[in-house]
């Protein structure tokens, strides 16, 4: 039961990371982001049969903060697409040295 | 502590009018004080927006120098030659009114008054106190001990303690009453040569300050103080040579004189730090009780004296290092007579009989000197024989007679070399203040005609006596005592120093020493017979330079010869005295055998005698007089020498066929050489100067500055450059290239934690 829920973690987490580095629109950068979160929450949570409650814990928290992250991530995203009228990541290079 | 005087309350000098010698120099000081203020006050108000003051030199262009904030201004003659006598009407009224009215009228400098008094003034004063010293110490018979003052403490480092602190001595006093009389009458003799330059108080600021140099190098109770001086003499020759500095040959001079100067006083400085190893002390007194720790002869002591000897070529104008003097002639004709005649170049004489003690430890380096001296003497006779430039002329005649005296001291005959000084800072102020006279008079003829010939070429002269009859006169008298005709000053001066090679050539300590392997008499009979000729050269070339500027026919234009005449009385004033000096010089230090005729025998030797006696006599043994008729005959060579070049230039050279210099034709065969000044200048351009600007250009400036340091500096300016581009490049702005890195980190950083660390 453990392989398969650290394999079904794995594949969440390889598959929100390959969205995070392939993906231009920050609303799927953002889900994908979401995506790996959870996968972790998953192994927390199926880890923590072996290693105690704290797993399950710190579960709680990571909620916490994704929703706290959520919020302001969509804010900012509607900000910019407000601004510049796209979400598009490649148009967003204010940061180039 | 200022004023510490703790000179030894028992020295006889204690206590009289010498304690005020400091003064000596201090005077001059304030007047270099007070006319380099005008000098600085007048730049500070002219400026080019003040027509009504410069109206001369408006035309000629003000040279403009910024320093910082406020605008200084050089007014400057138009050259080399305007500067004499822009307007003759004030010292002649009334004598040339009718064609003089096309001239400019220059309005002379608004301080010229006040310059004219203080300049002169300070040095009657610093002359009349030197001779009140003198009587002071005449009145000792004798001192024993060198009175010393010390004033503070200069500088200690480690155990090198320095004070500031003056000698009075025997020798000093010779050359305190050398520099501060004829120092004075060429003060007065500026007065007239210089008044119409609108650099007037700048050029008395200098004057004043090379005298007060020059007090102290001949005071100075050690070698550090006398290099103070030594410098700074230095440091007025070069001001002075390039007096009229907005013409870039007299520029040139001056950085030229500078130059090689430096080469002598690194001479110099070797030799005081080698005598300060050695001695562990750099006070005259300190290293004439000590030298007797140096082994006689030895090496240390032949090093010390070469190097010494070194900054006297450097100062005194010897080969290899006189190549700076005939140049130097460019500066103002007074100063080629105070500074490149009478005092200065005369420094390294007196080095040399300072530092007597030290020589007379080597006969290797006395006899190196005397060798030098004489070939010096004989080379640049052959110079004069064909310059003709007045200036140049003499301006080698004083580079030979400067060998004369370095025959002198270098056989250890100190007082005759000192004697040779003497007299020789006589009859060639005079000829050079004489040719000043005669610049000016031809200069004021040329200006007023407006023609642009040379006013200090001899083949432009002719015939001047006409119209000069003091300056023909009293040149006359300085050409025979520098040719050494008795009873003039140079006959006795130049007789014993030829004398005094003859006799240690015979008999002597130093004859017995080896120079280079050659028997120390062979080389004195050399330097005797060097002496000789070179002595038959003075009388022809000085003879020469008379007959062409004072006898035949005018050269001068026939325009010009209208304006021709005498310098005004502030001039020949100085001439005269000098003239009577150059007559009756050399009856201070008569020789034995004349028994007493005409003044004091051997009255320098005398006075000298607790200075450089023992010293003398170590390289002269004590049995140092000739026979009588030995001396006879050595005097009736040397006359008869001089005679026949006399005579021998008066049948050889007719003015009459001469040339003006417009028609003049180029010299040929040997003429040409010695016209040429055997081409050493070029020579040393080829050997020293341009290898040296070429390595300095293509090596040290494209090599090592702009390759290595610029390089370096450039180099790292442009690895940070690099450093930056990179980082910038990598700061895309692009978050998924952000991601990608990040991914990467991660990955390496698992991959390094998993098979990194089995």
Redesign the interface.
């Given at each position: 039961m453990l392989a398969e829920s650290l394999a079904l973690s794995a594949a969440l987490f390889t598959i929100g990371v390959v969205g995070v580095l392939t993906r231009r629109n920050a609303i799927i950068v953002f889900m994908c982001v979401e995506l790996m979160l959870n996968a972790v929450n998953l192994s927390f949570v199926a880890l923590s049969r072996l290693y105690g409650v704290e797993g399950q814990v710190f579960v709680v928290f990571v909620m916490t903060v994704a929703a706290a992250e959520a919020a302001v991530g969509l804010a900012i995203v509607i900000a910019i697409f407000r601004h510049r009228q796209t979400v598009n990541l490649e148009n967003i290079n204010l940061l180039k040295g | 502590m200022l004023f510490q005087l703790n000179a030894a309350a028992s020295h006889p000098l204690a206590g009289t009018v010498a304690e005020y010698v400091w003064m000596l120099p201090l005077l001059p000081l304030l007047g270099f004080a007070i006319n380099g203020l005008l000098a600085a006050l007048s730049v500070a108000k002219t400026g080019p927006a003040n027509p009504g003051l410069d109206h001369g030199t408006a035309g000629h262009g003000a040279v403009v120098h910024t320093h910082g904030a406020g605008v200084h201004v050089h007014e400057v003659g138009a050259g080399a030659h305007s500067h004499v006598a822009h307007d003759t009407h004030d010292t002649h009224a009334g004598s040339g009114g009718a064609t003089g009215d096309d001239h400019h009228p220059v309005a002379r400098h608004r301080y010229a008054g006040v310059v004219s008094v203080v300049g002169p003034l300070v040095m009657v004063a610093s002359f009349a106190l030197a001779v009140a010293i003198f009587l002071a110490m005449r009145a000792t018979h004798g001192m024993e001990e060198p009175f010393v003052q010390r004033y503070f403490q200069w500088m200690v480092t480690g155990d090198l303690a320095i004070d500031a602190a003056f000698q009075l001595d025997q020798l000093a006093m010779v050359m305190v009453l050398i520099i501060t009389g004829v120092g004075m009458l060429i003060h007065v003799f500026s007065v007239g040569y210089m008044r119409d330059d609108p650099g007037y108080p700048r050029y008395f600021a200098y004057l004043n300050l090379f005298v007060f140099f020059m007090l102290v190098l001949v005071l100075g109770a050690s070698y550090p103080v006398m290099f103070v001086g030594w410098e700074g003499v230095g440091l007025c020759s070069y001001l002075l040579i390039g007096f009229w500095f907005s013409e870039k040959a007299n520029a040139d001079a001056g950085k030229k004189a500078f130059i090689v100067n430096r080469i002598g006083d690194f001479g110099f400085l070797v030799a005081m730090m080698l005598l300060f190893a050695n001695l562990g002390t750099l006070d005259f007194v300190g290293v004439n009780e000590s030298a007797g720790a140096l082994e006689p002869g030895g090496a240390l002591v032949t090093t010390i004296c070469l190097f010494l000897f070194l900054g006297c070529a450097g100062k005194s104008a010897q080969i290899p290092l006189y190549v700076w003097l005939p140049d130097a002639m460019a500066g103002p004709t007074p100063v080629s007579a105070l500074i490149h005649a009478a005092t200065m170049v005369t420094a390294g004489v007196y080095l040399v009989a300072r530092s007597a003690v030290l020589f007379s430890l080597s006969p290797v380096a006395s006899l190196t000197v005397a060798v030098v001296g004489a070939v010096t003497a004989l080379f640049a006779a052959t110079i004069g024989l064909k310059q003709w430039d007045i200036k140049k002329v003499l301006a080698y005649s004083t580079v030979s007679q400067l060998g004369y005296m370095f025959v002198g001291v270098g056989v250890g005959a100190y007082a005759a070399g000192v004697f040779h000084l003497m007299t020789h800072a006589f009859f060639k102020a005079l000829l050079f203040l004489g040719s000043g006279s005669v610049i000016y008079a031809m200069h004021a003829a040329y200006h007023r005609t407006h023609s642009h010939e040379d006013a200090q070429d001899m083949r432009n002269m002719g015939g001047l006596r006409q119209w000069m009859p003091w300056t023909w006169g009293l040149m006359w008298v300085a050409t025979l005592a520098i040719a050494g005709i008795f009873p003039f000053a140079g006959f006795f001066s130049k007789d014993e120093i030829l004398a005094s090679v003859f006799a240690r050539a015979q008999h002597s300590p130093l004859g017995e020493a080896s120079w280079l392997g050659i028997p120390g008499s062979a080389v004195l009979y050399v330097v005797y017979v060097f002496g000789l000729v070179a002595a038959l050269l003075t009388a022809v070339y000085m003879t020469r330079m008379m007959i062409y500027t004072f006898h035949g026919p005018n050269r001068t234009g026939d325009r010009e010869r209208d304006h021709l005449r005498e310098a005004p009385w502030v001039m020949t004033g100085p001439l005269v005295v000098l003239g009577i000096l150059s007559a009756v010089g050399g009856w201070f230090n008569l020789p034995a055998i004349s028994g007493g005729a005409l003044g004091p025998i051997e009255g320098l030797h005398h006075w000298l005698e607790p200075v450089v006696g023992t010293s003398s006599v170590r390289l002269a043994g004590e049995a140092a007089h000739l026979e009588h008729s030995t001396e006879w005959i050595l005097i009736g060579v040397a006359v008869t020498i001089a005679v026949v070049g006399i005579v021998y230039a008066f049948a050889r050279l007719d003015p009459k066929r001469l040339p003006a210099k417009r028609d003049a034709r180029p010299e040929e065969g040997f003429g040409r050489v010695l016209a040429n000044k055997y081409y050493v200048d070029e020579a040393y351009d080829r050997v020293v100067v341009d290898p040296t600007v070429n390595i300095s250009r293509g090596f040290l400036w494209r090599g090592i500055d702009v390759g290595l340091i610029d390089g370096l500096v450039n180099g790292a300016a442009g690895l940070m450059r690099g450093f930056g581009r990179a980082?910038?490049?990598?700061?895309?702005?692009?978050?998924?290239t952000y991601?990608?890195v990040l991914?990467i980190g991660v990955l390496a950083v698992l991959g390094a934690f998993t098979f990194g660390n089995p």
């Open positions: - | 980082g910038s490049w990598m700061q895309s702005g692009q978050t998924g991601a990608w991914l």
